[in-house]
């Protein structure tokens, strides 16, 4: 282990919370749907029920992403057979310091009140900070087991930062569209996490081998975040989507990638393991493939077959990445990718920004109606003379941009995770709690009288 | 192990995949609420709000079933020591794909266009599929352990084929009333499992016996399972029922039966145990009763009490099946059951289509208001002169469809499961993931000099 | 083990079902927007659409609640090596039977319609069971191990009473707000639990020591019930809240104080552990603690920022009583508190009681709005003349009240509890499954032909 006081993890913790607490109170407020003012407002703007709050459109999609993320992410990195703890532990630790800086940071960009300078806050902004969350949780995907958590805390803080203003570029400037993130989240967090693993390469992580892979129920804990992820899908891309139409829309083009995807990534994994034997970690991973790769997509008129087809193709992507290029990825470009977020978010995602371009290149006002286009891509203001073809162009921009963010991005932390100051575990204590965790006694080691008192509790049975 | 070549599984994941996409390409567009001329059809239909669209009516309750499907089922089917993998992964594998083949299926019957010959999907269109796909699962308790994945994706083409038709029958010729689907999905799912596990019946099935059975953890795995489905019956029981009223009430009646369900399982599973112990075979499945037996009269008047009663009855029937009934069928009517269905489904649903007769038969206009009346049992178009006590009879007759496509249905397909091609496990390999699945090596297996060190530290402790 | 009779649980179980049955049959009705004449009451009301049916506003919040009593604090309490059948199934069965009986306590305070007598009850009622049965719950948590079911039923009887009229005097009688239950529901429950456990003292509890701790896996376990809790208690803390902004402001702030919670447990934990280590107890329950902290205030206009200060603090506290207050008031005030349940909702409750008469009475009208001041605090009716400074001091009477009532109903139940009838553990059985459940066998027990087999085919591959 690399020179770290025990006193770091405190210490971030405490000084960025409290710088938390400071910034809240200058900039953040609530907005007029979960303020007590609105009452008045609804009065005002002549809103006929409280039903049409924000809030019933969204927040049971905002419970279901929440469950993505906490749950989701976080039983998904319990698979290896000792680094449970840190699986879910610090996903939990970087997902709940990371929403409170994503809500500041986003908020700067996109609710910004210019009257009183104040960010207002409502369900889409929590929805928001969540997903901005799943960027640096994909990336810990990628160095899970092999990094501290100050450096987790670290990473999520420039990661959140980056998110933010790749979003801003993404969404707002270059105005393409992406309802479920595949560009803004999972290609972002993907090549930011990759590029982070690189820079912190390990010859020698061979020497924790030992601990690099699973038990019988670490898998099936496993598979607690893997269905939860895969279920909830369909609110994560339509949590954000317009209300109405585009909401229902996404949720059922969601549905169907990833039921696709599912079907290809069993017959892959049994094609090509030997005797045909299915393998828990594509089972795990690939099947969301199809979820990542719809993301953008999912609110236009993609069709249910379209969908379908998304999620095929990446169900076949994905489990090969698993079988062919994450061993190359190792071996050759010196990348270890511990969860493969490559094959799960970063392939998918850049599929999914392509199908996001061309579906939104052949819209039509025959498929769309009128102001079903209008509605759906968001030609107005500034953008009212956009047409689909150009739409298109932009969606395919903002691939590059996210993947530029992330690369540069991961780069960079890469290079500060680098210094030897963060507590980072030797290489024979990667994938491993131990470092970080106070450890239950094996269950083997129950002094042997209560092993004989069971003993004969079951013979006198 | 019969003759099964490894290439099955793909080929059939493939070829119907590719099926899928054929049939949803020709057939499967969106309705008018989830297309992007919702907008047009909005201000057309004079709707006020987008909140009015059947998204919000729905996706909670949605999202719900579908949680019990993958998770709910996926994780009661866990509890097998070795076999943890291929009851929540298979689960999953067969769901995905009976979902899609179920959009169609029920499609056709239910959701034709007849202007453009398209099935146009919503999101109830999405619950019926989940609805579909859980007799399939159900079915697939009966035999879990015993049949190879080829036969389940067989057991599910069939069964979600004849799920469409039997519901059609039931719901719309016969104009039974069956909102949690005791019948059309309970009563089916059970007979039709319970006939193929007769038809592939094994008789040296106590081989595997020392793999029959849980441990410690795979019963608290199993636990998930039984508490998402225990939770979220409710939502199951109200997700297609009318708006309003009828899915509040469906949801109070389900939470009511399966309160009064817990009580009386845990009361019989006392009594009959030695020492008064209680068995967690009956906890993770009795407790559920009172979900099923409730399920086609929760949308009806059965006042809370009622829904006590039969919550109460059906705990000590389940409970008293697992007991007596399962051995017995086994010993003497050459059916093994691996999950008890016939105690969690086959009973309880029987007596939730008798409970609906009866509840049916007895309405009248002083209790459910003359509208109300009309609403409840959709009185109107053909049935605009039905009356409750000839409703009663319809039920009745619900039932009995509901049997006899199980039974007739489960003996055709488990004569084609019997052909020696489907690569099913041998007697001695029943209730194990080896056959099927790469499976990492046992936490034993760790290398001695982790498990030296692990050894060392703990005495230092 | 106390003399008791085997047939004790079930004769408990069945007589008060029956009980449960015939009230219901006298008492308890749908109320007019879960009856079948809602149709007609709607057009009455002049309500415009079947959304504004209260099923639509609180029916999401609903399930998330559900899913927090069963799932969340059933698997929080399986943390223990060998009583996690305990944890998560007396959990299940002491709630199945305590909302039953608090729809009936409650009712007759809240929802006695007093022209036919009768208890008519809609989704809020349900939300509110499962309410009063959290209390109960937090009181098992400080007796986990240690008792009967039978004895856990009593508990429940008698909690679920004294909760009701506390209630009662909180929220009616002295005026008091209290959304999430600060008061209500843990202090009260927190108080009651700790009183019992007292009155129960085993001075000879270490000779269970061996049992008193966790496995790995089982606190990964845990860990599920954790996540359930902490995502889902913004639904917890604005589910019975005021529709519109009160309850978009409550999960609002409820989601800010429990992230902030996560960083200041984290840290203190490792602070002050050996190593700068991670304890998983701290993770697993303080992170909690400002859910329950921010309970009474979440739909007052606390800001943003307060909520962070408020969880900021309440991790520091929770995880300081951890480590310095339990083993303290073990040693000292002889109570045993199996899941520290004083860390994680007596102080924070109390804390919680205290935020929320500051911040009511400190509301004015420039913060609120005058309607919105007069919503918020439901100044109306016999209240129409109140003041937030005078409600402030009604909020703290309220904070009395629950520790009052805790206190005092917890050492007479605790009393009765004493009753050597209810066949409690001996003082070397507590923590085990084994009086209560028949256990499988251990996985070691595995017949050596088929570990042998199992190695062969390991061989093989």
């Not at 006929?48 to 969204?58: A, L, M, P, V």
């Not at 071996?331 to 939104?360: E, W």
């Not at 992330?406 to 995770?417: D, H």
């Not at 030897?420 to 709690?433: K, T």
Request: glycine share 10%.
């Amino acid at each position: 282990m690399s020179t770290c006081s025990p006193l770091h993890l405190p210490a971030v913790c405490f000084v960025w919370q409290i710088a938390m607490i400071i910034l809240f109170g200058i900039f953040i407020r609530y907005d007029e749907e979960s303020d007590a003012h609105w009452i008045e407002h609804r009065k005002h703007k002549n809103i006929s029920s409280d039903i049409e709050n924000d809030f019933y459109f969204r927040y049971p999609s905002f419970q279901d992403v929440h469950v993505m993320i906490f749950v989701g992410f976080g039983f998904l990195m319990t698979f290896l057979k000792r680094y449970s703890f840190g699986g879910v532990g610090f996903n939990f630790l970087i997902a709940a310091f990371g929403l409170q800086w994503a809500l500041l940071m986003q908020g700067w960009f996109h609710s910004l009140d210019y009257t009183d300078g104040k960010i207002k806050i409502g369900i889409e902004n929590l929805i928001n900070a969540d997903f901005c969350v799943a960027g640096c949780l994909i990336a810990y995907g990628a160095i899970l087991g092999k990094v501290s958590p100050v450096q987790l805390m670290v990473l999520t803080l420039f990661g959140i930062t980056l998110f933010a203003v790749e979003e801003f570029i993404i969404l707002n400037l270059i105005h393409a569209r992406d309802a479920g993130g595949s560009m803004v989240i999972h290609t972002f967090g993907a090549y930011y996490g990759l590029s982070i693993s690189a820079m912190l390469y390990r010859p020698n992580l061979d020497q924790s081998s030992a601990l690099h892979g699973s038990v019988y129920h670490s898998d099936v804990f496993a598979m607690i975040g893997t269905l939860y992820l895969w279920m909830f899908w369909p609110s994560f891309n339509s949590a954000i989507t317009d209300h109405g139409d585009a909401q229902h829309r996404a949720a059922i083009n969601t549905y169907l990638a990833l039921a696709a995807t599912v079907l290809t990534t069993m017959a892959i994994s049994s094609l090509f393991q030997k005797h045909g034997k299915l393998d828990m970690v594509h089972i795990q991973n690939s099947t969301l493939a199809g979820g990542v790769a719809v993301g953008t997509a999912a609110e236009f008129m993609l069709m249910p077959y379209g969908s379908l087809i998304v999620g095929f193709c990446c169900g076949i992507i994905s489990t090969l990445g698993y079988i062919y290029l994450t061993p190359f990825m190792e071996k050759y470009l010196k990348i270890q990718d511990t969860c493969g977020i490559h094959n799960l978010h970063g392939m998918p995602g850049v599929i999914g920004g392509i199908v996001g371009a061309i579906t939104a290149a052949a819209a039509s006002e025959a498929v769309y109606g009128q102001e079903g286009l209008i509605n759906t891509f968001d030609f107005v203001g500034d953008f009212k003379d956009m047409v689909p073809s150009k739409q298109g162009g932009h969606q395919a921009a903002g691939i590059c941009v996210a993947v530029c963010f992330g690369i540069g991005g991961g780069v960079i932390v890469g290079g500060i995770l680098r210094l030897p100051i963060w507590g980072d575990p030797a290489d024979d204590s990667c994938f491993d709690d131990e470092p970080y965790w106070e450890l239950p006694e094996d269950e083997e080691s129950i002094p042997p009288i209560v092993q004989y008192n069971n003993h004969m509790r079951n013979k006198d049975v």
